[in-house]
């Protein structure tokens, strides 16, 4: 069955500090595909990266950067630099298809909230 | 943006009542899903939708009804609140494996 752990509950680091948000997955399918999404404090909920299971590069935009190893079953989510705007709650999520609908379904972690202090 | 608009953003109704969330959406994705936000356990899914009137459960879908009678709109029914249903409620939309884009919520109290 799928499911997606992310252990960190809840993290604190000062302003400029880095801080890396752990993702770890299970699923039985070859082909699926990882998400990273952010909770801000006003709520809603704002997509970040999707990567497929058949490309494992690291992948950075500004001062995010994305680890996946498949050997691990890991898509960790590295912030360089922290800021305090990056407070907010990060998930990590799984999608594969159905073997029996081809339908797609999504499992998130329980999500990790990081609070940056000034 | 996908333009997904919830309603009613707030309820408080008491137990035993039903009642009805709404989910619109302009962007014309196939799927639509629903999930509910509680503290500790992150996104759950209630129910999906996955075409006009073509729906599937998810991990939490006991005490949880939808329907889906076009492409712009999905609807959660509770057909008898309980207060185990608190909770903040998310529609979410996608194409296939394409990123969710999400409403902003509906938070629901039932005392």
């Known amino acids: 069955a799928q499911k997606v752990t992310q252990a960190q509950t809840e993290i604190s680091v000062v302003e400029k500090e880095d801080v890396t948000l752990d993702c770890v997955y299970e699923t039985r399918d070859t082909t699926y595909y990882l998400f990273w999404y952010k909770q801000p404090p006003s709520g809603e909920l704002v997509f970040l990266i999707r990567r497929n299971s058949f490309d494992e590069q690291n992948e950075i935009s500004g001062r995010y950067s994305w680890n996946f190893q498949k050997s691990t079953s890991s898509f960790n989510f590295t912030i360089t630099a922290s800021q305090v705007v990056d407070s907010a709650v990060y998930f990590c999520?799984?999608?594969?298809?159905?073997?029996?609908?081809?339908?797609?379904?999504?499992?998130f972690g329980t999500g990790t909230r990081l609070k940056v202090l000034a | 943006d996908a333009g997904i608009t919830q309603s009613p953003r707030h309820k408080v109704t008491e137990t035993g009542t039903p009642v009805t969330l709404r989910c619109h959406q302009t962007?014309?994705?196939?799927?639509m899903y629903w999930y509910r936000q509680d503290p500790g356990h992150g996104l759950r899914l209630i129910h999906y939708?996955?075409?006009?009137?073509?729906?599937d459960k998810g991990e939490v879908s006991d005490g949880y009804s939808v329907s889906r009678s076009k492409t712009e709109d999905f609807l959660l029914t509770l057909e008898s609140a309980t207060s185990s249903q608190t909770s903040v409620y998310f529609c979410?939309?996608?194409?296939?494996?394409?990123?969710?884009?999400f409403g902003d919520g509906t938070r629901l109290s039932i005392l």
């Open positions: 962007e014309n994705h196939r799927y």
């Open positions: 979410a939309t996608s194409n296939s494996n394409q990123p969710q884009h």
């Open positions: 999520a799984l999608s594969e298809a159905s073997r029996t609908s081809g339908t797609y379904k999504y499992i």
């Open positions: 939708s996955y075409g006009v009137k073509d729906t």
